[in-house]
């Protein structure tokens, strides 16, 4: 093999390590606790029937939903600063409140954060970045998973 062969061997093989370990760093990401793969209840179902780890794993993926939720709806309401009644019909179009259930508590608690927090609402950065997002998550697993139950 020739020189030019080998460094041109050499320095496709530096090319495609400096790709594969660009690409492994560009998807590695902080996995944060709403994420849907982060539910510590998922695995330890398989196999069980246990009506509280069944009502935690709800928990875990209705406050997984709704914590984004709510920082898109603030983002919402910080865009339609003028028209607030605009962004409550839009946010009561999107989630009810006319359930009789928990989802009902919920959804008032999205439009409460919505509106509250719509200032810290960062449309420039991702909901795992946003404050409105860590906020919801806390209020939600601060609940009782007995509420989940029926949702």
Same mark, same amino acid.
């Given at each position: ?5 080998? !460094?041109?061997?050499?320095? *496709? ?11 492994? @760093?560009? *998807? ?7 994420? !849907? #793969?982060?539910?510590? @209840? ?18 875990? #993926?209705?406050?997984?939903?709704? $914590? *984004? ?25 999107? @989630?009810?409140? #006319?359930?009789?259930?928990?989802? #009902? ?36 697993? $601060? ?9």
């Amino acid at each position: 093999m020739s020189t030019r062969s080998l !460094f041109k061997l050499k320095l *496709t093989l530096v090319m495609a390590s400096l790709l594969c370990c660009a690409q492994s @760093y560009a *998807t590695e990401k902080k996995q944060m606790p709403w994420d !849907f #793969d982060s539910n510590i @209840y998922r695995e330890q179902l398989s196999g069980i029937n246990n009506q509280d780890l069944i009502n935690k794993d709800k928990q875990w #993926d209705e406050c997984s939903m709704m $914590a *984004t939720s709510t920082d898109r709806m603030a983002l919402g309401v910080q865009s339609n600063k003028e028209d607030h009644d605009f962004a409550r019909e839009i946010i009561l179009d999107l @989630y009810p409140v #006319d359930n009789d259930s928990f989802r #009902d508590v919920i959804n008032q608690k999205i439009m409460g954060l919505a509106f509250e927090m719509a200032d810290l609402a960062d449309g420039d950065k991702t909901s795992d970045e946003s404050p409105v997002t860590q906020a919801a998550w806390d209020w939600c697993l $601060a609940q009782d998973h007995q509420h989940f139950a029926d949702l």
